[in-house]
């Protein structure tokens, strides 16, 4: 509806980009490793079969999903926070359309950051 692969894979790289470059993420970009290739290549796949694509990223990882995998970071307020934020400026910039569903991903993708903080 979003406009498919493209669009996942334009969100996760400006997210990645965002992360590397704006000092406002280092506390999240240091809770990951160096490489950022392997997860530029995931999120997009992730995020199209969360939003009903494709569940390749799924049949990849059974019984996998963002709670489960991050379980053992760190994640406090803080970082889910700017997780988030950087994700909403992430899908901002890119500018999918339509907007209300742009925008119902990112209160969704919200949520689910900030429920990962302990």
Known sequence: MIGGAPVFEAIANRFYDLM???????????????DLAPMRQSLPRFLAGWAGGPRDWFEANPGKCMMSLHRDFPIDRTTADQWAEAMTRAIADIAPKPANVAQAMIDVLTRMARNMAR
């Open 20 to 34: 590397e470059q704006d000092p406002a993420y280092a506390a999240l970009r240091a809770m990951h490793a160096e």
